[in-house]
């Protein structure tokens, strides 16, 4: 069984119900098994503000699931056009496994939430991209073929599952639910191919 690990941080929870429905994409491919991992915020404090285990909910990720995973998909909402300070303080802790060279090779994928349709989606998306691809990994988006990306008026790009959350934070549209299911599966079936 293959775990594809989904890391995500989300503060009103459009990236957390985007993260369930990329693991139904996932766990689609009898093979696989999708596993879940938040982030916790960061905080201008020094000392940890966050306990190293939630009481409650998904579980926040470590550097050993990047390590057992076979295929990562990576999960926040935008601000200002890039990704959460969170995931890319997770990822700046990431070198000892860069150094080890312990995610080349692996597929990934990317997706984000954004409060208004100018959010930036795409940017936030290659903001995520940039470490993924330091450390080697194959990164891929949706491609065309999926109907979402061309049906949409909301979120779904070739970047990766977006959605169009809204000021109140919207559920996610049918079209953002089949494009992260979509971005989901093709991470899960790229890594049984390189397995």
């Known amino acids: 069984m293959h775990k594809i ?19 139904i994409g ?7 098994q999708s596993v879940q991992r938040s982030l916790p915020a960061v905080s201008a404090n020094s000392e940890q503000s966050e306990a190293a285990i939630p009481e409650q909910g998904v579980p926040f990720a470590q550097l050993s699931d990047l390590e057992n995973c076979a ?3 990576v999960g926040s909402p935008g601000y200002f056009g890039n990704m959460a300070a969170a995931v890319k303080h997770f990822f700046d802790q990431t070198s000892p496994l860069w150094l080890a060279g312990g995610m080349i090779g692996k597929p990934a994928g990317v997706f984000t939430a954004t409060s208004s349709m100018h959010g930036g989606q795409e940017t936030v998306l290659t903001s995520m991209m940039l470490p993924l691809l330091h450390h080697g990994m194959l990164v891929t988006g949706i491609p065309y073929s ?3 990306l061309n049906q949409t ?7 990766g599952a977006s959605h169009l959350s809204g ?5 996610l549209s049918e079209h953002e639910r089949a494009a992260c299911r979509a971005l989901g ?11």
């Open 5 to 23: 690990l989904i890391v995500y941080f989300s503060r009103h929870g459009s990236v957390a119900r985007m993260a369930e429905q990329v693991s």
């Open 26 to 32: 996932i766990d689609s491919n009898q093979a696989c």
């Open 71 to 73: 295929g990562l998909v």
């Open 146 to 148: 999926e109907p979402a």
């Open 153 to 159: 008026r909301t979120g779904a790009t070739p970047y």
């Open 167 to 171: 000021q109140q934070g919207c559920e």
């Open 185 to 195: 599966k093709r991470v899960a079936d790229i890594a049984c191919r390189l397995a």
